[in-house]
């Protein structure tokens, strides 16, 4: 039996083909990654954001004037409840002030951290996307990919013309086969293609950066509720180390009481 050789090589055309349906394979993932949706939910994740932020800043308002509340109470009223014998029922007051005051404080600080975990989750999202972007925005037409389209569009011209005036490396390509009108037609489509996929890709990397600077911005404003939080649980804290002072004063004046 005869054996039949064909050639497997794919030719320039193939490679083109295939180029050109990587191009457009590109463009729809690069539309897929950043849809309506996509920004459907971000806007709502802005200002769903925007709204705990507000709710926060004003229930810390309110928790600041009850800490300053209770810290005056306390500081003001001590000498007097210690001259007039009553120290320990107002420290007892006072604790069951701190222990409504600590549940609030304690939730609103559990709230500002799932906030500021929420405003860095989607920041990571978008970055995911912006590095998945990145790469396409490096084929930008550079002035070397534009003498290159130039010297395809030269060579075309003087194919379909039928110019005299052909430089040795057109003449010796087309010698061998290697161009031609529908070869020279598809290199400079797929090199618009991928320019035109790059100017894309740059500007949505642009958009989402702004998008993530922007909720940077927002974390910023969550980071000073949580600075402020810590003062007030610092001011708790300051009223419950004195409260035990004073009992362990009260202890120690009836141990000496009970002694004498």
């Known amino acids: 039996m005869r054996r039949v050789e064909t050639d497997n090589n794919p030719t320039e055309n193939d490679v083109a083909s295939a180029s050109v349906s990587y191009v457009f394979k590109e463009e729809e993932q690069i539309a897929q990654l950043w849809n309506s949706q996509d920004r459907a939910e971000h806007e709502q994740r802005v200002r769903e954001i925007m709204d705990r932020t507000a709710a926060l800043r004003q229930s810390l308002e309110q928790l600041r004037a009850q800490v300053d509340a209770s810290w005056e109470r306390f500081t003001t009223l001590t ?51 912006i590095a998945v972007l990145e790469p396409l925005t490096h084929r930008i037409s550079t002035q ?18 039928g110019k005299e005036d052909v430089t040795p490396e057109a003449e010796e390509a087309r010698y061998k086969g290697q161009t031609g009108a529908s070869s020279d037609l598809l290199y400079v489509r797929i090199r618009l293609l991928t320019t035109r996929i790059a100017i894309i890709a740059s500007n949505r990397v642009k958009h989402l950066s702004d998008l993530s600077a922007g909720l940077a911005t927002l974390l910023t404003d969550v980071e000073r509720l949580k600075v402020d939080m810590a003062a007030l649980l610092n001011r708790a804290d300051c009223i419950r180390d004195l409260s035990r002072y004073w009992l362990a004063y009260l202890n120690i004046t009836q141990a000496v009481k009970g002694e004498e």
């Not at 002030?97 to 799932?114: H, K, N, Y």
């Not at 070397?144 to 569009?153: A, E, K, T």
């Open 144 to 161: 070397n990919h534009i003498c290159m389209m130039l010297s395809r569009v030269e060579e075309l011209e003087t194919f379909l013309l």
């Open 79 to 129: 000498l007097e409840r210690i001259l007039s014998g009553k120290l320990r029922e107002f420290l007892d007051e006072i604790d069951v002030e701190l222990q409504e005051l600590d549940l609030r404080l304690v939730g609103a600080d559990c709230e500002i951290d799932r906030l500021r975990a929420r405003i860095q989750e989607w920041r990571r999202v978008l970055e995911e996307k």
